[in-house]
């Protein structure tokens, strides 16, 4: 990675790489590296974003709805009485 990142900013860059080591672990970063590298990018925020989608949570499972609460009758879109409704105020 150290290679692909040239020119004035490329120190900053790899700073900014190895001190997300600290909070993800060296695996996490070099999964990160080769992931952005597989694809043609190498750029620090790349590389952070990557780590940051890996450590989101999952989403909570959801939540089964009760028998009690279940819809008997579906509700039916009836525009023509909201029409009404906006004639009569």
Do not use: F, W
Not at 61 to 89: G, K, N
């Amino acid at each position: 990675m150290r290679r692909k990142l040239t020119g004035d900013d490329g120190d900053r860059q790899m700073v900014k790489i190895l001190a997300a080591v600290v909070d993800d672990g060296l695996t996490a970063v070099e999964a990160a590296c080769a992931e952005a590298l597989g694809q043609g990018v190498h750029s620090a925020d790349v590389i952070l974003n990557i780590l940051a989608r890996r450590r989101e949570p999952p989403p909570p499972p959801a939540i089964p709805t009760p028998q009690s609460l279940t819809l008997l009758h579906m509700p039916l879109a009836d525009c023509a009485r909201y029409d009404q409704l906006r004639r009569t105020a």
